[in-house]
């Protein structure tokens, strides 16, 4: 793996400078006493007794210096001797000096052809994520509860965030808080009926230093742990009535980041494995991917590769620029946007040289602003020096970053505002040194432009809960959605599932799955402990588990049927009902008949006579409504009588007081077996 000082030198060489240009700077010259920060130090000058910094046979080969085993990037043409790969990742361009990248300096006239729409087509309308953190409610303002998501825009909310157990790969919540939001948010869909909730895994902080920073790369790589993860997400999503997941891995192979090589591959097929065993659920389950915009951390992803296992690509066109840029030497302290439109157009690029479907991809709108404190008062444009970030927030108290709320407030107070439109964003500055660049409602309807003509699919928003309503109601006006009411009854939700599928799922497949019986160290710990190292116990846990696996997924498809079969009996009820009825009315008409014989039409109704008439209509509706819903009553009390008698499953042999000295036995009878056949 590369050491990510390449990633200095790659900005440097983006910068249309080239190694040559680069022999008058001292800081890629060298000498017998000073090496270089990249790359071998080439032969000695004899009167200077410098040397410049390169790769390649010509500085790394006969002549070098010192750090001679240093290889390039990618292979030019000078061979894999001298190069790590033989070609870029991501198909970007080898420069000549065995540097990857997209830009001319690396490409000449090898650009891809970009995805070309009419923007009025409106292509990226149909879809609007938005993430919602659920720690907010831990600020001290600036909170928005489940009940005050705005709903009738947004289509889908991606809950951020769950956590993946770096010891046993199940779901882990961020924290108590956390975890008492994931079935407040779910029942927005009881408000909103098209709206689907999906739980996003892992975020940034995850793969920092620390416990959890390689547990994706360890689920990834190994198919026993993956299964546990399966496991413990199906749980999840059925217990919230959950529609997918968005795997938010940051990032894979990623040395800096807690990956490893390996990543590359694995996550394709942990990507493979996990449509496979979500497809077998019975629901259709969707898939997605949080991905970056910058070549550094995306090379890390097979797009190509993951495509079909799928929903679509969100990706991150944010936090392209902050107060880090000042520790990369390529960049330095300056302020610069960090939704700059020509950055985000040249990250779209790595996707149109794999061939990614531009309608599985959405667009990252940030709704907050990345800000800095400026160091001369009056050099306030972007490009200026910054020496820090700026003053953190009332609400959300983080140096370098405001809320649109908070941003909303500071432009009410009288900020100045610039418009920069070829980066498509809006500079606002305040207090003599403050700086911040976010997306107005201006800025947005670009964006969203933009993405309309790339025929991208749609947008995705980071993050619901960082708005004051300003922004998403511009969104909304932009796509032409308009928003509902938020909720005033709470909760919507009751501790029993709003289905019958869900209810039987609830009682029977949740609890039914092997970790939720007894985990893999909690068995391990019936051996004794001499024999509790041996891999043959792994193994075994892991037939038990495809075993209880496999009567699982019996008992779901059973469920679906007779969730079909419950319908058709309702069908045919009603059906049957409607009939009766009519044949009820037909007799009392006869009946009528009989007595008064035959009569004319009915005279036309005046307005004194039709008020009474559906009075009376009216309440007939209600008895009969009254009356299903008596039924429905009844029919759940039905449903949770036989859920109780199905109790072989939820409360089976695995979970029994006996389950040590069962496995024991079982053991032991294995064990005379094989010994019988020796």
Known sequence: MLAKSWSCLWLFLLSSMSVVQCQDDEKYQCSASEGCDVGCCGPLNAETGKGVCGLGPEYCGQGCTSQCDQKSECDPGWGMEWSELAECPLNVCCSKYGFCGTTALFCGSNIPPQPQCDAGARSSDGRTIGYYEGWNLARPCGRMAPKDIPLGIYTHINFAFALLNPKTFRLDDMDAGTASLYGDVAALKLKQPDLEVWIAIGGWAMNDPGPYQTAFSDMAGSEANQDAFFDSLLTFMKKYDLDGVDLDWEYPVADDRGGIPEDFDNYVNLLRRLRQRLNASGRKYGISLAVPASYWYLRGFNLQEMEQYVSWFNIMTYDIHGVWDKTIDALGPYALAHTNLTEIELGLELFWRNNINPERINLGLGFY??????????????????????????????????????????????????????????????????????????????????????????????????????????????????????????????????????????????????????????????????????????????????????????????????????????????????????????????????????????????????????????????????????????????????????????????????LKEDVIEGLKSVQDACEGKS
Not at 508 to 530: D, G, H, N, R, Y
Not at 579 to 593: S, V
């Open 369 to 658: 602003g990345r800000s800095f404190t400026m160091k001369d008062p009056n050099c306030m444009s972007a490009g200026c020096e910054f020496t820090e970030g700026a003053k953190g927030g009332e609400c959300t108290g983080t140096p370098g970053v405001l809320s649109a709320a908070e941003i909303v407030k500071i432009i009410d107070n009288g900020a100045t505002l610039t418009f920069d439109e070829k980066a498509a964003v809006m500079i606002v500055t305040w207090d003599t040194d403050q700086w911040v660049s976010w997306d107005d409602a201006k800025t947005l309807g670009m964006k969203v432009d933009f993405a309309n003509r790339r025929c991208l699919g749609g947008t995705m928003v980071w993050a619901i809960d960082l708005d004051d309503g300003t922004l998403i109601d511009a969104l909304g006006e932009n796509i032409g959605r308009s928003k509902q009411d938020t909720i005033d009854e709470w909760p919507l939700h009751s501790t029993m599932a709003p289905t019958e599928s869900a209810i039987l799922h609830n009682y029977l497949t949740v609890p039914a799955q092997l970790p939720s019986v007894i985990s893999l160290e909690e068995f391990t710990e019936l051996f004794p402990k001499a024999q509790r190292t041996n891999p043959q116990i792994r193994l075994l846990y892991r037939d038990l588990q495809h075993q209880r696996r496999a009567l699982v997924d019996t008992v779901s498809e059973n469920i679906a049927v007779e969730e079909k079969r419950g319908k058709y009996i309702r069908r045919d009820i009603a059906i049957a009902r409607r009939k009766a009825a009519n044949e009820d009315a037909d007799q009392e008409l006869e009946i009528e008949r009989a007595l008064f014989g035959s009569v004319g039409a009915d005279p036309k109704h005046t307005l004194n006579s039709i008020i009474p008439e559906m009075d009376t209509a009216i309440a007939d509706l209600e008895a009969e409504i009254q009356q299903l819903e008596a039924q429905e009553a009844a029919l759940l009390e039905s449903v949770k009588q036989t859920v109780g008698t199905m109790s072989d499953l939820r409360y089976g042999k695995l979970s029994n007081p006996r």
